[in-house]
């Protein structure tokens, strides 16, 4: 059909083959080789392309104008937020996560509230099912047009018809050129169609948005160069079970990866969540053993989080540790510490660790809250529920600092908490705050601060 060259390559060692082998002769790595186009032929797949043939010169740095990227703002700030102000004129960005998980939910909301005109392609699933899914947001929208197509050259004709401002491509691993013979999804189809659609997209200052699968461990599948060809990275993640959804970018090469984007899936699509840490703890009128709060940052929001812990004598012979959200490692870390550092015996309890919500935390400032909660529970007595913890725990059973803990405090004091506790070691003057800042250095301290 195409006068295109293809061939194929090793991507270990880079030797080349005619044809595809399952195992490479000169390195004798398996399942490397894939499929590769060498020579394009002419005036293909993105047509404007030979209009616009300018070359780039050379240009000292003084001489380049910084003005701003041009972008274009969301209807949703959560989305605005982590991209940096809005989507970057040109740009690709790639959205990942697990199947489920909300994906195309979040993309289509985009697309039916973005003041702009959008094309959303999907390969996944028919005109109608996408409708169904519309009317269940309940957005009315004229200006989106849905096209159900994988193959990247058919995409580029719609394009060139329907003229739209934004492209949603739903997703990357079922389109196909069909200039290689590989499947959709393979190595050589993903880089090739992604290829296609950045050339697009530079060409004619259209974002593009593309939803990627994972893989089971939760990488995005395909090349890893997938995610060095776009601009933007982001990863849409959360609990299947529970409704929040942590939207964050991975990379971003117009704004910082810092951020995050909080939201809640109603039946009624996602609804952003303005103020996470009223959700994330939970509600009840009696003060119960075994919670703690947490004053966490993900990325650079503070959030206020519930550690729930319960301590009880094992059943079974060996002790069970369980844990939700929090790295059972650092669990049986912390545990171990308690038991050498301070005496507490817990090596023949059962421990179960939750953190509310369905989130997970790696930021280690909630150690604190995690033995708190721990020792709430095996004392069965309420830690007072304006209480909160930002610290964290070294193995010689010492509160060390963390980051940006003035956020931290500021964001306990806002939400109305009226004691928070931070290792001695963070250099801050407490007279600054109404909420009282208690400063302790060892587990001892916070058992006889809470306890005693
Ligand atoms: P979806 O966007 O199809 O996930 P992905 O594209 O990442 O695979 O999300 C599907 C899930 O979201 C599905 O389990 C149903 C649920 N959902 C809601 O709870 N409320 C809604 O309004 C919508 C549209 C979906
Ligand atoms: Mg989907």
Request: proline share 3%; aromatic share 6%; with cysteine.
């Amino acid at each position: 059909m195409a006068k295109t060259k293809t061939t194929f390559f090793c991507q270990n060692c880079g030797a080349q083959y005619a044809k595809w082998l399952g195992q490479c002769k000169s390195c004798n790595e398996w399942n490397t080789i894939v499929e590769e186009v060498i020579q394009k032929e002419e005036k293909r797949n993105w047509q404007q392309s030979s209009t616009s043939k300018k070359t780039n010169k050379a240009l000292k740095i003084n001489e380049i104008s910084s003005e701003k990227e041009d972008r274009i703002s969301t209807k949703n700030n959560e989305l605005n937020r982590v991209l940096g102000g809005g989507i970057v004129k040109g740009s690709m960005t790639l959205l990942g996560g697990e199947p489920g998980i909300g994906k195309s939910t979040l993309l289509l909301q985009i697309a039916l509230t973005i003041p702009k005109k959008v094309l959303y392609v999907s390969g996944e699933e028919s005109q109608s099912q996408i409708k169904m899914r519309a009317e269940r947001l309940k957005i009315a929208n004229t200006n989106c047009l849905i096209l159900t197509e994988t193959n990247t050259q058919h995409i580029f004709r719609a394009i060139e018809e329907v003229q739209p401002e934004v492209v949603v491509i739903d997703s990357i691993q079922t389109l196909f050129t069909d200039y290689i013979e590989a499947s959709p999804g393979s190595i050589s189809q993903i880089r090739e169609t992604t290829a296609e659609l950045i050339k697009f997209a530079k060409e004619t200052a259209t974002p593009v948005l593309l939803i990627g699968h994972i893989t089971k461990d939760g990488n995005i599948a395909g090349p890893k160069i997938l995610e060095h060809m776009v601009d933007v990275v982001l990863q849409f993640e959360g609990d299947r079970n529970h409704t929040y959804r942590i939207l964050r970018a991975n990379k971003n090469r117009f704004g910082s990866t810092a951020e995050i984007g909080i939201y809640e899936m109603q039946n009624v699509g996602l609804r952003e969540v303005e103020n996470p840490s009223e959700i994330l703890i939970s509600q009840k009128d009696d003060d119960l053993s075994g919670t703690a709060i947490a004053a966490t940052l993900e990325g650079i929001r503070p959030l206020m989080i519930e550690v729930q812990a319960l301590v009880s004598t094992a059943v079974y012979g060996t002790p069970q540790r369980s844990s939700t959200g929090y790295d059972i490692k650092r669990l049986n870390m912390l545990l171990a510490v308690l038991e050498k550092r301070a005496g507490f015996r817990l090596g023949a309890k059962d421990v179960f660790l939750n953190i509310a919500g369905g989130i997970k935390v790696d930021d280690p400032a909630i150690d604190l809250a995690v033995i708190s909660a721990i020792l709430s529970s095996n004392e069965d007595e309420a830690i007072p529920q304006d209480y909160c913890f930002a610290a964290e725990i070294g193995l010689a059973g010492e509160i060390r600092p963390v980051n940006r803990v003035e956020q931290r405090i500021l964001e306990a004091e806002k939400l109305g908490f009226h004691k928070i506790f931070i290792s001695k070691f963070n250099k801050i003057n407490t007279g600054n705050y109404t909420i009282k800042v208690v400063k302790v250095s060892k587990v001892e301290d916070i058992f006889a601060n809470l306890f005693a």
